[in-house]
């Protein structure tokens, strides 16, 4: 019989978390989810019977171990649903502006982001709401978060203000759009009521600094995008390559790219400080350099796997990588509820957890057939795509296999990209260091290369999706028949390993 994986308490409960936060999107259903959550309990509890019911009749311990595993399991799970239930309705509410949209003149609140430049030449940011004003003199109380479009000539002076600024708006709520999901206002004026808190305008300030080193450059768009998560000079032609190539997830911060920070800190510190200081050193490091990027929900998931790790060797708990990822999900819905609606919230957490479950199988699967140095990055790219498939149909209506196999070459080519551009900046900011104009050519080499590399691949159609829940089924499917037939080639492997070594 094919013994199931242990189900870790923590496991359990980032299932239940998940499984009540998105059954209760959109309206609530508090009756049919707590059916749901008995009924996949009762589900649960079978399979983990059954999956181990050979250990049953030995009696004794075992038989002990595996009632205690079991109700420990349904705890964490029941756990989890409270959790998931709390932090859906702990989700901020709907506007509230106070007045009809129609009299609104104008806006007072707080940038809750860096404001951002379109194509076009608008700025964008969020403007988390204190006041509106009528075009009568009225004024009343309101709350939320409105997204706002700001005129051309505002925007410098916005960027250079930064995030967490009061400022007032005068303008007007645009139309509502069928394919808009909140109130939208367009800003005509703009007026700084008070500058953002000094930790806020140093940051702000490093950001432009940075910002001004890379901007001369052609290539400097795309190391923006790469560091700081900045794509306002990121040209529409290489994002649009991106895409096209399946790619585009390598241009939107995540853990590949706090990946490739935390392997440069560790390199610095490692051989200095040994193992465990360097881990912790790194952990300030790492979290500096999220407060210089911002809110970002997949760097903050990485952000959050990082510490864990480090409490992880420590000795916290163990080094389990399923582990880490359910307590970084549990943590991060229950401080942030709102990231859990973010698109980039689901496909990081998804595809990591495809990676996880299912780059093993692959990799062994793959064996003997692929060369050990593209197996690896392979099973990844197609566990990750196998997890995020009916996700990715759903929001887009398309999918672009041709990513599995561009990714094992735009991706470490962007994560050379990536550390050059960072030694570029160090012997940017010492000019003892002679090595920026040298840097700078290798970076505009890399930068032509990975603009034909995604060209090339995104002339590969894609597939176009009518029928999301299709793609879903069959990608459940593939996943989890590639993993039934690995634990049946193990356990068979292990069976005859007696035989072989008679």
């Keep these: 019989m094919v013994k199931l994986p242990r189900l870790y308490p923590v496991v359990c409960s980032a299932l239940g978390a998940a499984l009540c936060y998105y059954l209760l999107a959109g309206s609530v259903r508090v009756t049919l989810a707590l059916w749901f959550g008995i009924l996949l309990t009762a589900l649960i509890s079978l399979i983990r019977v059954l999956g181990t019911f050979p250990i049953l009749v030995v009696g004794g311990l075992e038989n002990t171990r595996l009632f205690r595993e079991i109700t420990l399991s349904l705890l964490a799970l029941t756990a989890?649903?409270?959790?998931?239930?709390?932090?859906?309705?702990?989700?901020?509410?709907?506007?509230?502006?106070?007045?009809?949209?129609?009299?609104?003149?104008?806006?007072?609140?707080?940038?809750?982001?860096?404001?951002?430049?379109?194509?076009?030449?608008?700025?964008?940011?969020?403007?988390?709401?204190?006041?509106?004003?009528?075009?009568?003199?009225?004024?009343?109380?309101?709350?939320?978060e409105v997204l706002v479009f700001f005129p051309e000539e505002t925007v410098p002076r916005l960027r250079t203000f930064g995030r967490l600024s009061r400022v007032y708006l005068e303008g007007a709520f645009l139309p509502p759009s069928a394919g808009r999901a909140g109130p939208v206002f367009q800003a005509r004026g703009v007026h700084i009521l008070e500058s953002a808190p000094s930790v806020e305008r140093f940051r702000t300030g490093a950001r432009l600094a940075i910002a001004g080193k890379f901007s001369p450059h052609a290539w400097g768009g795309l190391a923006l995008a790469l560091l700081l998560g900045v794509r306002d000079s990121l040209e529409t032609e290489l994002s649009a390559s991106y895409r096209d190539a399946g790619?585009?997830?390598?241009?939107?911060?995540?853990?590949?790219?706090?990946?490739?920070?935390?392997?440069?800190?560790?390199?610095?510190?490692?051989?200095?400080?040994?193992?465990?200081?360097?881990?912790?050193?790194?952990?300030?490091?790492?979290?500096?350099?999220?407060?210089?990027?911002?809110?970002?929900?997949?760097?903050?998931?990485?952000?959050?796997?990082?510490?864990?790790?480090?409490?992880?060797?420590?000795?916290?708990?163990?080094?389990?990588?399923?582990?880490?990822?359910?307590?970084?999900?549990?943590?991060?819905?229950?401080?942030?509820?709102?990231?859990?609606?973010?698109?980039?919230?689901?496909?990081?957490?998804?595809?990591?957890?495809?990676?996880?479950?299912?780059?093993?199988?692959?990799?062994?699967?793959?064996?003997?057939?692929?060369?050990?140095?593209?197996?690896?990055?392979?099973?990844?790219?197609?566990?990750?795509?196998?997890?995020?498939?009916?996700?990715?149909?759903?929001?887009?209506?398309?999918?672009?296999?041709?990513?599995?196999?561009?990714?094992?070459?735009?991706?470490?080519?962007?994560?050379?990209?990536?550390?050059?551009?960072?030694?570029?900046?160090?012997?940017?900011?010492?000019?003892?260091?002679?090595?920026?104009?040298?840097?700078?050519?290798?970076?505009?080499?890399?930068?032509?290369?990975?603009?034909?590399?995604?060209?090339?691949?995104?002339?590969?159609?894609?597939?176009?999706v009518s029928n999301p829940q299709t793609v879903l089924a069959a990608s459940l499917a593939v996943s989890a028949a590639l993993v039934l037939f690995w634990k049946y080639r193990s356990e068979k492997g292990r069976r005859l390993v007696p035989f072989a070594a008679a």
């Design 247 to 464: 790619c585009a997830h390598v241009l939107a911060l995540s853990g590949m790219h706090l990946a490739i920070v935390s392997a440069v800190i560790a390199f610095l510190l490692k051989k200095p400080l040994g193992i465990k200081a360097a881990a912790v050193l790194g952990g300030v490091f790492i979290l500096l350099y999220a407060g210089l990027v911002g809110s970002l929900p997949s760097l903050e998931r990485a952000v959050l796997m990082y510490l864990l790790g480090t409490l992880a060797v420590l000795g916290a708990f163990p080094r389990r990588p399923a582990v880490l990822l359910a307590l970084a999900f549990v943590i991060q819905i229950c401080l942030r509820p709102a990231s859990g609606d973010s698109l980039s919230f689901i496909l990081s957490y998804l595809a990591l957890a495809g990676i996880l479950a299912l780059g093993e199988p692959l990799h062994d699967l793959f064996r003997g057939l692929v060369p050990e140095a593209l197996s690896l990055p392979l099973s990844a790219s197609i566990g990750a795509f196998l997890a995020t498939a009916g996700v990715s149909a759903a929001s887009f209506g398309i999918l672009r296999p041709v990513g599995i196999f561009a990714g094992l070459v735009i991706t470490p080519l962007t994560g050379v990209f990536m550390i050059a551009a960072m030694m570029y900046l160090a012997a940017a900011f010492l000019p003892l260091l002679p090595a920026a104009p040298l840097l700078g050519r290798a970076l505009s080499f890399l930068y032509e290369v990975l603009f034909r590399i995604a060209g090339w691949a995104g002339q590969v159609p894609g597939l176009e």
């Design 80 to 144: 989890g649903f409270a959790l998931g239930f709390a932090a859906r309705f702990g989700a901020p509410g709907p506007v509230r502006l106070g007045l009809r949209e129609g009299k609104i003149a104008g806006l007072t609140g707080t940038l809750m982001g860096d404001p951002r430049r379109l194509s076009g030449g608008r700025g964008m940011a969020f403007l988390d709401l204190e006041t509106a004003a009528g075009k009568d003199g009225l004024r009343a109380s309101a709350c939320g």
